[in-house]
């Protein structure tokens, strides 16, 4: 007997599963706190250079402050202070409304900046001044942050595959909390980004497992159910819970049947007929059962490379990489740059939250109707179609360009949601694992790279925006590549793939 229709017997998906369900979405919800972390900590408050040193005579401190700032500094286009520049002298011929730049000599900020603080107290930017030729240091944060999530998904892969899924989870729990508390503590940006890189490796592991633990569960239903409460970080942000909630989650069956461990596993399992009321169905399931299972396991070994060997494959995995890449890449590069709409942060960011969550139920009963494939193709298609029109809104139609934002978005959002449920479905269940490991390295790539994108807007203002737009499109255009997997009897084998029934 197989171990999936052993899943079967005790019901796939009854209260067990249910439970298990309910007791990760604690493990979740902070998962997004940390990756939104740098929408707030790493905020850019309006700022100008310190002119304190230009005070040489009685004339400049008997002026205003609007007065010292336009004979202090020069103006920008749209008549704002410039936040990097400011003039070697006083400019007072200003005062008298000239605009003649004759004589007049700009430089560098040389004693520092001055910050809004109206809206940010305090930030890494005005922390340790990583504004101006120093911005790129602000931006890498978040890349280090995803690199070292990057790294510690297969750290924690290989980890867990060794000593079981739930004691690393309580690793992960523990070594989250600490780098992130010592994080807020830190006395210097390099002991920071040191910090937040361990940090990321330490909530991958948290990630992986918690979906390696439900994989037991209905593909669709868990998948898309733990992302649409994982949108509650908008509203949470307790993490004492997991070290409470660990007492009840149970050890992965699978794992401990491809370790050998059969009686432990044969004890989940009936503790798993148990509550679903399957305890008749399972009298003769033994240890001995389960054995022969592990002789299964054990013969059977897949690894990455297998992702590549034979041709039909390889396009797979060519395709849901680009695919992979391409969403997380264009999601956070939207979820990471909440500014310029003209509107406070932090309800630019409830926006954003409260659009997901009817977004999501939307795409559990869109997916039934339309297929996969052309969800997927649609949502990153309109997600791309957003950005474009958003690059000719003018900055001052705050409300036009809030609502494209908003769209685009959401339509970001929906894809990536069906792109977990999408990937499960193509990959044979003998690869499955590896090929959800090898696109998530690749998703976690695009996220590292995204930050970073922002900075293109001093070659042309306009190079980020056009720069996520393309990807968006282009990876729409992948998704067509890939088959339909709705109503079609999913890949247990390679050899499925390679030569369909």
Not at 379 to 405: E, H, Q, Y
Not at 411 to 440: C, D, H, K, W
């Amino acid at each position: 007997m197989k171990f999936d229709s052993i899943l079967a017997e005790i019901n796939g998906f009854g209260k067990f599963q249910i439970a298990l369900v309910l007791i990760q979405i604690l493990s979740r919800i902070t998962l997004p706190c940390h990756f939104l972390l740098n929408n707030f900590m790493a905020a850019v408050p309006s700022h100008h250079c310190n002119i304190d040193a230009l005070d040489t005579g009685a004339v400049f401190g008997n002026l205003t402050l609007d007065q010292k700032l336009a004979v202090g500094i020069p103006a920008e286009r749209d008549g704002t202070p410039s936040s990097c520049q400011m003039f070697s002298e006083p400019q007072y011929e200003y005062l008298l409304g000239s605009n003649s730049s004759k004589g007049s000599f700009t430089v560098q900020c040389q004693n520092g900046w001055v910050y809004d603080k109206s809206t940010f107290k305090s930030t890494l930017a005005t922390e340790w001044d990583l504004v101006c030729s120093r911005k790129g240091m602000n931006k890498a944060t978040a890349t280090i942050f995803f690199i070292g999530v990057m790294v510690g998904a297969p750290v924690f892969g290989f980890l867990s595959d060794r000593f079981g899924r739930r004691p690393l989870l309580l690793v992960s729990y523990l070594a989250s909390l600490i780098f992130a508390v010592l994080s807020a503590f830190s006395t210097s940006y390099v002991m920071f980004v040191i910090l937040r890189f361990f940090t990321g490796m330490s909530l991958a592991g948290i990630s992986i497992m918690a979906i390696v633990l439900n994989i037991i569960a209905w593909f669709m239903f868990t998948g898309i159910f733990c992302f649409s409460f994982k949108n509650l970080h908008n509203f949470f942000y307790k993490f004492f819970f997991y070290i409470l909630v660990l007492m009840w989650l149970p050890e992965s069956a699978r794992w401990l049947v491809a370790k050998g461990k059969t009686d432990a596993a044969h004890h989940y399992i009936m503790k798993c007929a148990k509550m679903n009321n399957r305890s008749k169905c399972m009298s003769t399931i033994t240890p001995a059962v389960h054995l022969k299972m592990f002789l299964g396991f054990f013969l059977l070994k897949y690894t990455f490379v297998d992702l590549f060997r034979t041709p039909n494959i390889r396009k797979l995995a060519i395709y849901s990489g680009m695919l992979w890449f391409g969403v997380a890449f264009t999601y956070y590069g939207i979820t990471l740059n909440i500014t310029g709409f003209g509107l406070n942060p932090y309800l630019t960011q409830f926006i954003f939250a409260s659009i997901e969550m009817p977004m999501k139920i939307g795409v559990y009963y869109f997916l039934e109707k339309v297929g996969r494939k052309h969800g997927q193709m649609g949502s990153m298609l309109l997600t791309g179609l957003c950005l474009f029109i958003n690059i000719f809104v003018p900055k001052d139609k705050w409300t036009v360009r809030t609502v494209v934002a908003v769209l685009g978005k959401s339509m970001s959002e929906a894809s990536f949601t069906i792109m977990y449920l999408y990937t499960t479905e193509l990959y044979p269940t003998v690869v499955r694992q590896n090929g959800l490991g090898y696109t998530s390295f690749l998703a976690r790539l695009g996220v590292s790279i995204s930050p970073l994108i922002v900075l293109l807007e001093d070659l042309w203002h306009l190079l980020p925006a056009a720069t996520y737009c393309a990807v968006a499109v282009g990876t729409g255009l992948v998704a067509s590549l890939l088959p339909e997997t709705l109503n079609t009897r999913l890949p247990e084998f390679i050899e499925d793939i390679e030569k369909p029934r």
